[in-house]
């Protein structure tokens, strides 16, 4: 089979089963399109026993060029035309553009009086006598849209305002191809206006509000047809899984306007909304809600029990707590199922909250958050520590504390979670040997951690660690830790120093009897001679 190729769109259509064994065959020579409709010019040729020629334009009229157009249209777009069944080509036929002889013969007095699945044909040596080659126009109409769950603002109205701008039109559906307009009877929410934002400007904005800005003039929808109104809208569950009618018919009153705005600029950063200030045991709390950008608007966690059960450590390394909401700014969204997969790595697939409560301010995620206790001393050492020289090796042991950005402390959770690798590197970086020992922790000798200290679990480190800061951990949740009740409590170990005895003793030395031993306590050097603590003994 031969065809022109001057588009590359190279679609060949064969019409089978005609009488004779006689076969319509296509090449495409003019297409063009202005995304409503798709113009195709076809040039015709046909198959006779296993020969084939061109096909002349006498004895074919319009009705059967609308016929022939249908058929390439069903089998060139079966996938839409079987979607939207009320889309129909429609077919002429032409001599507004260029024919080409590709064959050395050709069929003339074409009869299709029988149907389209019967036509007759004689063989001649050209078309010059028989109304030149045929050739057929094809008008195609495109659809506006495909999916039925698409929704966008039509003509929408930009707005710049500081720091962002609003996008502000009438929504229209898709139904059958094309789009149909929203009627203002329709209750727009949440979750519908984070559909229309989202497909309206393809994922970047998701929040919004129904309405128009003060002082915004809408502009009217552009519209294919607009004999058909959508009375009916909603997207139960899902902002993928919207939903309309099509009626025949108008609005009473008018069509549904919907805003989508960018009032911030997306970032994983959360501040405390409505917060207030109170102080508890000489330490300040900060309550209030946390909020952050996504989709250029403002976004809370919905507290309905889905959420990763770390993030309010991780928002603000606090505790939860009841607070009463004041308002909600404009446009804001929710959000379910937020999870973490580590200390600050939050946000991480969330979902739209689609309970209707979390809109209303009735299941608002509430923090008491506090700065911690300031640590200006070392990055890292071991709090409230015991030492002990004993043969020769210098035993330290108390709680491990890090002191992040000279802003607050943070402590390991004594729950079984770390590596031992880990906790032998914590050793090395603070000078010892590279070996550790859990203890148990005794508050009356270790006491507990700075107020406001922040726990961890999973405490871990790559082979390839520089520093403390190359580990990995993830913040506690266990309300014992959080409590000061399950310090880890740490022992490292190193050579002890060795002191060199002064060239000139002084007359009041006394040599160290074998076997002493040397406490310090918080920094503070107490001795203890064996031999004198048995001369009291036996004294008493």
């Not at 206790?373 to 042991?397: A, D, F, Q």
């Not at 503070?524 to 004198?532: D, I, K, R």
Request: proline share 6%; with cysteine; net charge negative.
């Amino acid at each position: 089979m031969k065809y022109s190729d001057f588009l590359s769109l190279l679609v060949l259509l064969l019409l089978t089963g005609f009488a004779n064994s006689q076969n319509f065959q296509f090449s495409y020579i003019h297409y063009e399109t202005d995304n409503i409709t798709a113009t195709f010019g076809l040039q015709l040729e046909a198959t006779y026993s296993s020969t084939t020629g061109d096909v002349c334009a006498n004895g074919i009229d319009n009705s059967l060029a609308n016929l022939l157009c249908q058929e390439f249209y069903h089998e060139t777009y079966g996938a839409i035309s079987s979607i939207f069944p009320a889309i129909q080509a429609t077919g002429t036929v032409t001599t507004e553009y260029t024919t080409y002889m590709m064959n050395s013969i050709a069929f003339g007095d074409i009869d299709c009086s029988a149907g389209i699945d019967a036509c007759t044909g004689n063989l001649k040596a050209n078309c010059n006598s028989d109304g030149g080659l045929l050739a057929v126009k094809c008008i195609i109409p495109l659809p506006e849209c495909y999916d039925s769950s698409q929704v966008i603002l039509s003509n929408p109205a930009n707005t710049t305002i500081p720091g962002g701008y609003y996008l502000t039109g009438h929504p229209v559906t898709c139904n059958n191809g094309n789009f149909t307009p929203i009627c203002s009877s329709v209750n727009i929410g949440p979750i519908e206006r984070v559909a229309i934002c989202g497909f309206t400007t393809t994922g970047v904005l998701n929040g919004g509000f129904n309405g128009a800005p003060s002082g915004v003039t809408v502009p009217p929808p552009t519209l294919r047809y607009n004999s058909t109104v959508s009375n009916q809208f909603s997207c139960p569950g899902s902002y993928l899984n919207c939903s309309a009618n099509s009626v025949m018919g108008s609005c009473p009153n008018g069509y549904a306007t919907v805003t989508c705005q960018k009032v911030c600029a997306d970032s994983d950063n959360s501040t405390l909304f409505n917060n207030q200030t109170t102080v508890v045991d000489g330490i300040n709390y900060y309550i209030g809600i946390p909020q952050f950008c996504a989709g250029g608007t403002y976004a809370r966690v919905c507290n309905d029990g889905t959420n990763y059960h770390g993030y309010g450590s991780i928002f603000c390394r606090g505790a939860g707590f009841a607070y009463p909401v004041q308002w909600v700014p404009q446009g804001i969204i929710y959000l379910s199922n937020f999870t973490c997969s580590g200390d600050e790595n939050c946000d991480e697939n969330p979902s739209f909250a689609t309970n209707p409560q979390c809109y209303t301010g009735q299941l608002e995620t509430i923090l008491r958050c506090s700065p911690g206790t300031p640590c200006n001393g070392s990055k890292l050492y071991l709090h409230n520590n015991m030492t002990r020289i004993v043969n020769g090796r210098e035993i330290v042991s108390g709680i491990p504390l890090n002191c992040i950005d000279g802003a607050f402390y943070a402590s390991l959770c004594n729950d079984g979670s770390h590596t031992q690798a880990g906790l032998n590197y914590l050793c090395q970086s603070m000078g010892f040997d590279n070996t550790s020992v859990i203890l148990s922790h005794d508050s009356s000798v270790y006491g507990t951690a700075p107020v406001g200290t922040a726990y961890y679990s999973s405490f871990s480190c790559p082979p390839n660690a520089n520093t403390v800061d190359d580990c990995d951990a993830l913040s506690s949740t266990n309300q014992q830790c959080l409590a000061g009740t399950m310090d880890l409590v740490l022992q490292c170990s190193r050579a002890a120093p060795i002191v060199t005895p002064s060239a000139t003793p002084s007359a009041t030395t006394t040599p160290t009897p074998s076997g002493s031993t040397t406490v310090l306590a918080n920094g503070v050097t107490v001795s203890v001679l064996v031999a004198l603590i048995l001369a009291v003994l036996l004294l008493s």
